[in-house]
């Protein structure tokens, strides 16, 4: 079972950046579109970018423009530049296949102030 560690969070004052890593423990090369969730206090967890094994991206209304997804099939990685962050982008972020195949890892935590 791949297991998933993800990076990167921290504590940034609104319009700055992050950039968040997922490490898997296996081959995501064969596992197809991977994507990045997060999920806020109180609120459900939802997909908000995610990448085919091919590198097309698609992107939630809410970080179009301001997130960047992308993978290193060779290094088992997947990444997540974000930019102009607002406040409502707080939350802990994961990933995971678009199907949600693996378990969850623990998360990163992203806190953005105003």
């Known amino acids: 079972q791949v297991q998933l560690v993800e990076s990167g969070g921290g504590l940034v004052q609104t319009g700055g950046s992050l950039r968040l890593s997922c490490a898997a423990s296996?081959?995501?090369?064969?596992?197809?579109?991977m994507g990045w969730y997060r999920q806020a206090p109180g609120k459900q967890r939802e997909l908000v970018a995610a990448?085919?094994?091919?590198?097309?991206?698609t992107y939630g209304d809410s970080v179009r423009g301001r997130f960047t997804i992308s993978r290193d099939n060779a290094k088992n990685t997947v990444y997540l530049q974000m930019t102009s962050l607002k406040p409502e982008d707080t939350a802990v972020y994961y990933c995971?296949?678009?199907?949600?195949?693996?378990?969850w890892g623990q998360g990163t935590q992203v806190t953005v102030s105003s």
């Open positions: 995971n296949t678009i199907t949600r195949t693996f378990s």
């Open positions: 296996g081959s995501i090369f064969s596992v197809g579109a």
């Open positions: 990448i085919t094994r091919g590198g097309s991206t």
